[in-house]
């Protein structure tokens, strides 16, 4: 009584996969990205594209935040110093006393700022993105480290393109794009993450 294979009823279930990945389908003509759907008659190009991180561009800032800091300490300092020789009975230690947490604060925020907005571009890998162009102005991008991903499913879509019989679904575990890290060319509207407007090269 309903204890044999026959007895399941009802589709399979779904297969398990990552909840953080960024679902890709072609389902009646229907191209979806996450919940963005680009009908495949909009689409104009497939395409690979390789994101480079923005290295000078860190640097520059790296650069411009020294400029900025160390003129900073040093006018303080001197006001410090300044206000030390002004007084009776000052001394080369009350002096140097008075300069020492200036230096270390100094240091401090060079070695932060190094630490949490530079060096973490400086690290990052190249990206191979795989942009989706429309006829209008919407592009949609996922990038992998792995520019495999990028050329497979880049060859399901156009697949899917060139026979409007097929369907397909699969879950893409994608890198989440930052671009302020990253060096671009065009305007580019990225969905599935946040402020992740720019240019890409």
């Not at 963005?36 to 390789?50: C, E, F, G, N, Q």
């Not at 410090?80 to 270390?104: K, W």
């Amino acid at each position: 009584m309903g204890t044999g294979p026959s007895a399941s009823v009802g589709p399979p279930p779904r297969p398990a996969h990552d909840p953080s990945a960024t679902r890709v389908a072609v389902t009646n003509r229907i191209l979806w990205i996450g919940s963005a759907a680009y009908p495949l008659a909009t689409v104009a190009r497939v395409s690979i594209t390789i994101i480079l991180p923005d290295v000078l561009g860190a640097i520059k800032r790296f650069l411009k935040f020294i400029g900025i800091v160390v003129p900073a300490a040093l006018v303080i300092a001197g006001l410090n110093a300044l206000s030390h020789s002004s007084g009776f009975g000052s001394s080369r230690d009350s002096q140097n006393s008075g300069s020492g947490p200036i230096v270390v604060v100094t240091l401090a925020l060079l070695a932060s700022y190094f630490l949490f907005a530079t060096l973490p571009v400086l690290l990052q890998r190249r990206l191979h993105a795989l942009t989706i162009d429309t006829a209008g102005p919407p592009t949609a991008l996922l990038a992998w480290k792995d520019a495999k991903h990028a050329y497979e499913l880049q060859a399901r879509i156009t697949h899917a393109i060139e026979n409007p019989q097929t369907e397909f679904q699969q879950f893409v575990s994608n890198v989440l794009v930052d671009l302020r890290q990253y060096q671009y060319g065009d305007n580019v509207n990225i969905y599935g993450g946040q402020g992740n407007t720019g240019v890409i090269k």
